[in-house]
């Protein structure tokens, strides 16, 4: 089976209170892969994600080396338990953190993890997380980007969904954003995210295996 949108939700740290992000309960009922994606400020900081129920897993994190702060991370929960209400916490240490789940069913048990990218740039208002080509059809491919817009969410090119995240809170969090798309065949994709000012920015982007897709055989997935 392809892969199906459930939900999402996003939540960021607020003030005194930099370290520990918290995404509100929300309903997942039918999803078994979610992804997190996190943008942040401290490139050195290493974070925990966590539902209490999956474990979580680093995809791929795009730190901006050049001025030295902000980054990108996705994560991945596979062969998830879902629920009708579920909270995530996000806790690092002093990262001013942004955060966003997207929850989808039809994902490979494990590991449905495929191809990576991710890219940085100084003083700017595009930036593109590097082309990717998954290797096999009927892929989801996530992308996020950290960023600093306090106005409305960087849009984004190339055929992805509804952007969705945090805005840019000053002294509180960094924003975040992520979008989607759901391949039918494995196509090369390296989409454009344009913002509302110039800045710094880091990105990333990962495809994700579907369930009943591997080499052209079908795939039994195991129950949660």
Wanted: charged residues 10%.
């Amino acid at each position: 089976m392809a892969y199906t949108f459930i939900n999402q939700n996003s939540g960021q740290t607020e003030t005194g209170s930099p370290n520990t992000v918290t995404i509100d309960a929300t309903d997942m009922t039918g999803a078994d892969t979610f992804v997190v994606i996190l943008g942040f400020s401290d490139v050195s900081s290493n974070h925990s994600v966590a539902d209490g129920v999956n474990d979580y897993d680093l995809v791929v994190r795009q730190n901006n080396t050049g001025d030295g702060f902000g980054a990108v991370s996705i994560y991945v929960a596979e062969n998830a338990t879902a629920s009708g209400s579920m909270t995530w916490t996000c806790t690092s240490s002093n990262s001013f953190t942004g955060a966003i789940v997207l929850g989808f069913s039809g994902g490979l048990a494990s590991p449905p993890a495929d191809q990576t990218s991710g890219d940085w740039d100084d003083d700017t208002t595009t930036i593109q997380p590097g082309s990717i080509t998954p290797t096999q059809n009927a892929e989801l491919v996530v992308t996020g980007v950290v960023h600093f817009d306090d106005n409305s969410l960087p849009t984004i090119s190339g055929g992805y969904s509804t952007v969705y995240g945090a805005l840019y809170v000053d002294g509180e969090s960094f924003g975040v954003a992520a979008a989607y798309q759901i391949q039918t065949t494995a196509t090369a994709t390296n989409p454009t995210w344009t913002h509302d000012a110039s800045s710094d920015y880091s990105a990333a982007i990962a495809s994700f295996k579907a369930a009943d897709v591997a080499l052209g055989k079908l795939i039994p997935r195991t129950p949660a």
